[in-house]
């Protein structure tokens, strides 16, 4: 069974940059389409950003984000980053990791197996 650990939240000031890490375990990390989601206070949680298995080839961002934030991968690592860029204070969320085995749907929360625990990112100044 996958777990799936969320590091490098924190607080930054708006027009500022962090980099989210999502540790998995397991040896079928690399098969695992990947997304972030985040959820603000009293708001339903949404996706973020989506990438493919393996070489992890094709991304997808939601609106909000792109052009802002990148979703990577490195199998290797069995690690996830979301590197987010140019900060605003409506990005402020918990941010969660998923993991998905079927990616056909990567905004569908319904979609996910495995969930990280979440790690807070407050943009203000």
């Known amino acids: 069974q996958a777990q799936l650990v969320e590091s490098g939240g924190g607080l930054v000031q708006p027009g500022g940059s962090l980099r989210l890490s999502c540790a998995g375990s397991?040896?079928?990390?690399?098969?695992?389409?990947m997304a972030w989601f985040r959820q603000a206070p009293g708001k339903e949680r949404e996706s973020v950003a989506g990438?493919?298995?393996?070489?992890?080839?094709?991304?997808y961002y939601s609106d909000s984000v792109k052009g802002r934030f990148t979703i990577s991968r490195d199998n290797a690592k069995n690690t996830v980053y979301l590197q987010m860029n140019s900060l605003k204070p409506e990005d402020t969320a918990v941010y969660y990791c998923?993991?998905?085995?079927?990616?056909?749907?990567?905004?569908?929360?319904?979609?996910?197996?495995?969930w990280g625990q979440g790690t807070q990112v407050t943009v203000s100044s």
């Open positions: 990438i493919s298995t393996y070489s992890g080839v094709n991304t």
């Open positions: 998923a993991a998905s085995s079927i990616g056909s749907n990567w905004r569908s929360l319904s979609e996910y197996n495995y």
């Open positions: 397991g040896r079928t990390f690399r098969s695992y389409f």
